[in-house]
């Protein structure tokens, strides 16, 4: 019924489109007089409001937000995004909502997956061992493996090896993705791949320890990258 539209020049393949602060009368989950705000993500042939649109994605009830998600926009390209309610009745109050589009993380994709030197301790910074992580804004490349669960946001990570076994380890995991499943995000999962981005031969998966994870990784080839 109402809508609004909004447009944004994608600067990344892959970026995230929420709808947070959504008013009562529009709330996800239907309950309101305007029924449940909807968000929609469109590609334009000319990249203008004139063109031919084609829609890409729609937002996903997150909590009491609307994430929408998509890893193929072309950079440079202007999208643009509607939001509507599904109640045909005009709006006199608790319509509002905020917009946003962010950019993922640097190695949301495998190509960019950031570089880590084995060594006998954790040490972050440049050439380090270890590296901080967040999979808020992150996306789903599409890789499947063969650990737990159904792979859902996820960040990449490689190695050179240096020996032919390996310890990876995941610690300081978030409440959203503790080890115990209680979260919000479910779990986390660490899995250890051995070939090139897209065709991928599972190696290891990550088994609890206390509240972190640890795969050990074996039988690795020295030199190559994991």
Same mark, same amino acid.
């Given at each position: 019924?109402?809508?609004?539209?909004f447009?944004?020049?994608?600067g990344? &393949?892959?970026q995230i489109?929420?709808?947070?602060? #959504?008013g009562?009368?529009?709330?996800?989950?239907?309950?309101g007089?305007?029924g449940?705000?909807v968000?929609?993500?469109?590609?334009?042939?000319?990249?203008?409001?004139?063109?031919?649109?084609?829609?890409?994605?729609c937002?996903q +009830?997150?909590?009491t937000?609307?994430?929408?998600?998509?890893g193929?926009?072309?950079?440079? @390209?202007t999208?643009?995004?509607r939001?509507?309610?599904?109640? @045909?009745?005009?709006? #006199?109050?608790?319509?509002g909502?905020?917009?946003?589009?962010?950019n993922?993380?640097?190695?949301?994709?495998?190509?960019?997956?950031v570089?880590?030197?084995p060594?006998?301790?954790? &040490?972050t910074?440049?050439g380090?061992s270890a590296? /901080?992580?967040?999979? +808020?804004? &992150?996306?789903?490349?599409? #890789?499947?493996? =063969?650990?737990?669960g159904?792979?859902d /946001?996820d960040?990449?990570?490689?190695?050179v =090896?240096?020996?032919?076994t390996?310890? #990876?380890?995941l610690? @300081?995991?978030?409440t959203?993705?503790?080890?115990?499943?209680?979260?919000?995000?479910?779990?986390a999962?660490?899995?250890?791949? /051995?070939?090139?981005?897209?065709?991928f031969t599972?190696?290891?998966?990550?088994?609890i320890?206390?509240? @972190?994870?640890?795969a050990?990784?074996?039988?690795?080839? +020295?030199g190559?990258?994991?």
């Amino acid at each position: 019924d109402d809508h609004v539209w909004f447009s944004f020049v994608a600067g990344n &393949a892959s970026q995230i489109v929420t709808l947070s602060g #959504i008013g009562a009368s529009i709330a996800v989950t239907g309950a309101g007089v305007g029924g449940s705000a909807v968000m929609e993500v469109f590609s334009s042939s000319d990249n203008t409001a004139t063109g031919v649109f084609t829609s890409l994605t729609c937002g996903q +009830v997150t909590r009491t937000s609307l994430l929408a998600t998509y890893g193929v926009y072309v950079p440079g @390209n202007t999208y643009f995004v509607r939001v509507y309610s599904t109640n @045909n009745i005009a709006l #006199i109050t608790a319509g509002g909502f905020t917009m946003c589009v962010q950019n993922p993380p640097l190695n949301d994709v495998c190509t960019n997956a950031v570089s880590l030197t084995p060594a006998a301790g954790c &040490a972050t910074g440049a050439g380090g061992s270890a590296a /901080d992580g967040n999979l +808020v804004n &992150a996306s789903n490349s599409g #890789i499947a493996g =063969a650990c737990s669960g159904t792979a859902d /946001d996820d960040l990449w990570y490689s190695f050179v =090896a240096q020996y032919v076994t390996q310890t #990876i380890t995941l610690s @300081n995991i978030g409440t959203n993705i503790a080890v115990n499943g209680s979260g919000m995000g479910g779990s986390a999962v660490v899995e250890v791949f /051995d070939g090139t981005c897209g065709a991928f031969t599972p190696l290891a998966c990550g088994n609890i320890s206390g509240n @972190n994870l640890v795969a050990f990784a074996n039988s690795l080839t +020295v030199g190559n990258t994991y």
